[in-house]
């Protein structure tokens, strides 16, 4: 239990809310501003890369000593390069539902789990440049983007790859490599979808890769690159755990993410990161054919994550959602955007749920005063400050976790008396995420004014944004097989 000098109350947040001093928010609505202009006088190409899964210290640019992202590594050195990017919840259908609209998990009520539907109220970025005249394409790699779950809206064409013939055909005739998460199927399928569009320019194109979700499956021809080199670390082994446990992943490797017998962690470890290796050498070949399609001059690129993944950290294995720490909260995020002086770094911690404004503004329209994110523009242009502070949850319990970061702080508030007694035991969790970015030392006792600061702050925040009148979780969605099977397959569902 946390020393009773330390203890806020929950009840007791609005009166601290009032007695700190309110801060310009990227988190409150953002008041109505004018277009930015676009970069060319044509309606500009904006392109959103996802990975699924990709945590972003196992990238060489964020400081990962394998060299598992040759081509991103150059892609955001030569370009923008967030270093402290953070998902709004690590979990892939909240995340891409906040991603998507720039609004945050509380605003949206879609968190804690997966294969719940986007209702139509709610207004997607493909919306958006649909109604401003884009073409929009998406193609997909994970179940949880079905279009029974509401993420085709605004799409002119929406592939999900798990369904598609063309993907069939072609994993019948490569025997061995993983029919379901493959990413070069994603770029088939992808430049298959524009070439059904035709469009050259106003074109608004989503691509979704899951290569590195659990099981770890590379392609064999990749499964034993970082195999036996020199950060191969064969004492640590895990528990597998029995099939009666499921889809938890405390205290050792699911059911849905053991591969074979194998306990040694570092195995695991290799097989993700060749995973990552081989949708690096994909996207390379995304971008290489958008250049000589034409479609990359004056276009955004953003490339990022929906979350990332814990690989034996905290205890959890194979696995995301249940906490915020790094490992799985913090993301990747690179970007191309024309007409900058380059390279540029952004050392300020940014949220996914900056995105939708930064595309729209891009693209010259107006932003929606309801937007809960920020506009990236000025910021990377060095004329505004970034977002002060970044929320995000976790968690499966119905009081699930918050977390806020500010600059080298993160203040976690666990909640729920279960989730506390799986991580810290401690109600609050303070970490120096500079000095400890593997969040070990809780230091909310040895730092009550840096604890108070930032409970002050978490306190403000939520007062100002206030539940929904009526909390609405999603509709249940029936499921095709094929979907259902990817799904188990993933372990989403047993």
Not at 192 to 207: P, Y
Not at 234 to 243: D, G, N
Not at 329 to 352: D, I, N, R, S, Y
């Given at each position: 239990m946390n020393p009773p000098a330390f203890r806020v109350a929950w009840l007791s947040f609005a009166a601290l809310a009032l007695a700190a001093p309110r801060a310009q928010s990227q988190t409150e609505p953002v008041a109505p501003v004018a277009p930015a202009t676009p970069v060319a006088a044509k309606r500009p190409n904006v392109f959103l890369i996802t990975i699924d899964t990709l945590r972003a210290d196992h990238l060489g640019i964020y400081g990962y000593p394998r060299r598992t992202s040759p081509h991103l590594n150059r892609f955001g050195r030569e370009n923008v390069f967030f270093r402290h990017p953070l998902c709004q919840w690590p979990k892939t259908t909240p995340s891409f539902a906040s991603m998507l609209t720039g609004l945050h998990p509380r605003t949206t009520t879609i968190k804690r789990i997966c294969g719940v539907e986007v209702p139509d109220k709610l207004v997607l970025v493909a919306e958006r440049f649909q109604a401003a005249g884009w073409k929009t394409v998406g193609v997909v790699s994970n179940p949880n983007l079905d279009v029974g779950f509401g993420f085709a809206?605004?799409?002119?064409?929406?592939?999900?790859?798990?369904?598609?013939?063309?993907?069939?055909?072609?994993?019948?005739?490569?025997?061995?490599?993983?029919?379901?998460?493959?990413?070069?199927?994603?770029?088939?399928?992808?430049?298959?979808?524009?070439?059904?569009?035709?469009?050259?320019?106003?074109?608004?194109?989503?691509?979704?890769?899951?290569?590195?979700?659990?099981?770890?499956?590379?392609?064999?021809?990749?499964?034993?690159?970082?195999?036996?080199?020199?950060?191969?670390?064969?004492?640590?082994?895990?528990?597998?755990?029995?099939?009666?446990?499921?889809?938890?992943?405390?205290?050792?490797?699911?059911?849905?993410?053991?591969?074979?017998?194998?306990?040694?962690?570092?195995?695991?470890?290799?097989?993700?990161?060749a995973e990552i290796f081989a949708t690096d050498e994909q996207i390379d070949i995304l971008l290489d054919g958008l250049e000589k399609r034409g479609l990359l001059k004056d276009a955004l690129v953003i490339v990022t994550s929906d979350h990332g993944e814990s690989i034996g950290e905290h205890?959890?294995?194979?696995?995301?959602?249940?906490?915020?720490?790094?490992?799985?909260?913090?993301?990747?995020?690179?970007?191309?955007?024309?007409?900058?002086?380059?390279?540029?770094?952004?050392?300020?911690?940014?949220?996914?749920?900056?995105l939708v404004p930064t595309m729209l503004s891009f693209a010259g329209l107006e932003l929606d005063p309801k937007l809960e994110g920020v506009d990236l523009l000025p910021v990377i242009r060095g004329v505004a400050e970034p977002p002060d502070h970044v929320v995000t949850g976790a968690g499966y319990a119905e009081d699930s976790m918050r977390a806020i970061r500010v600059g080298r702080w993160k203040l976690i508030h666990v909640r729920d008396p279960v989730e506390r007694a799986r991580l810290t035991g401690e109600e609050w969790e303070l970490y120096d995420v500079d000095a400890d970015p593997k969040e070990l030392e809780n230091l909310a006792a040895a730092r009550p004014d840096v604890l108070l600061a930032l409970q002050r702050r978490m306190a403000d925040w939520l007062f100002h944004h206030p539940m929904p009148a009526q909390e609405e979780t999603g509709a249940a969605t029936p499921l095709d097989p094929r979907t259902e099977e990817l799904l188990r397959k993933f372990g989403y569902i047993k």
């Open positions: 809206q605004g799409f002119d064409d929406y592939t999900e790859g798990w369904k598609d013939e063309q993907r069939k055909r072609i994993t019948a005739e490569i025997p061995g490599d993983s029919p379901d998460s493959y990413a070069k199927f994603v770029n088939l399928q992808f430049f298959s979808a524009l070439d059904r569009v035709g469009a050259k320019e106003g074109l608004f194109a989503w691509v979704h890769y899951s290569d590195p979700h659990a099981p770890y499956e590379p392609p064999k021809v990749y499964a034993s690159k970082f195999v036996d080199d020199a950060w191969y670390d064969t004492t640590r082994h895990a528990t597998l755990l029995p099939e009666s446990e499921g889809t938890l992943s405390y205290g050792g490797i699911p059911v849905h993410a053991a591969l074979g017998g194998r306990t040694e962690l570092a195995w695991y470890l290799a097989q993700y990161d205890d959890w294995y194979c696995e995301h959602g249940p906490h915020p720490y790094e490992d799985c909260a913090k993301v990747p995020l690179l970007m191309k955007v024309p007409g900058l002086e380059l390279p540029v770094t952004v050392e300020q911690p940014v949220g996914l749920i900056d």
